[in-house]
């Protein structure tokens, strides 16, 4: 069975533009959660949905968005990107919103210059 | 929302060694679990163990629930065990994993 995707792996991007990073979950699981990870720390909650809703949403500025599609994939949104948006984008997907195993992609390298 | 603590930052191991790694947190959590972020970024489940114990070949996970904390074991270290190392909780109401600042691991030859 196939994990996690996403797309693109790698991305460079100019201060301001905008970028549009995607997610497939593992079939069958419904949720999908986004995280930040900077070079050298742990990642960081974004966004969590479930149900093509939004369930969670972490300490980001509204630059920040997504959505989930009826076959639960999602997408994320960043706007007027800065600098500090460089990072590694991380999606993961479970079976339901609740207490179980998260399963994490291989992430998408973003490059702000 | 909660805290999450992790030890030692770094460890750097000689081959065949054996090593623990723990991670506290700052309230009670009932969705726990470690991964190894390879050198290419992706995150490795290992184990997911909000209380207990679990093992799965060279490494085993211990949590102690009401005391908050969790212990990954790595015995007889290999090479291909380096990486950084994360622990990773969630509330019973939320819906974020909050993760610690990892432990990286060096295992040398």
């Known amino acids: 069975d196939a994990g996690v995707t996403q797309s693109p792996t790698h991305l460079i991007k100019t201060r301001g533009q905008h970028v549009t990073l995607r997610c497939s979950p593992i079939s069958g699981h419904k949720s999908v959660s986004w995280y930040q990870q900077v070079l050298g720390q742990g990642p960081q909650f974004i966004f969590q949905y479930y149900e093509k809703e939004e369930r969670g949403r972490g300490n980001f500025p509204d630059r920040f968005s997504a959505r989930q599609f009826p076959n639960y994939s999602s997408e994320l949104n960043v706007n007027a990107l800065l600098l500090g948006d460089s990072a590694l984008y991380l999606c993961?997907?479970?079976?339901?919103?609740?207490?179980?195993?998260?399963?994490f992609g291989p992430g998408t390298r973003l490059l702000v210059l | 929302g909660i805290q999450v603590e992790q030890s030692p930052p770094d460890l750097i191991l000689q081959e065949g060694a054996n090593s623990t790694l723990r991670c506290n947190f700052s309230d009670s959590v009932n969705n726990l679990q470690w991964f190894h972020q390879n050198p290419w970024g992706q995150l490795i489940n290992l184990f997911y163990i909000p209380s207990g114990t679990k093992q799965n070949g060279r490494l085993s996970a211990t949590t102690v629930a009401t005391e908050r904390y969790s212990l990954l074991y790595i015995s007889s270290s290999q090479t291909t065990d380096s990486g950084v190392y994360f622990c990773a909780g969630r509330q019973t109401s939320g819906s974020r994993l909050t993760f610690g600042e990892g432990t990286q691991l060096t295992v040398n030859p």
């Open positions: 993961a997907s479970s079976f339901n919103r609740g207490q179980e195993t998260q399963y």
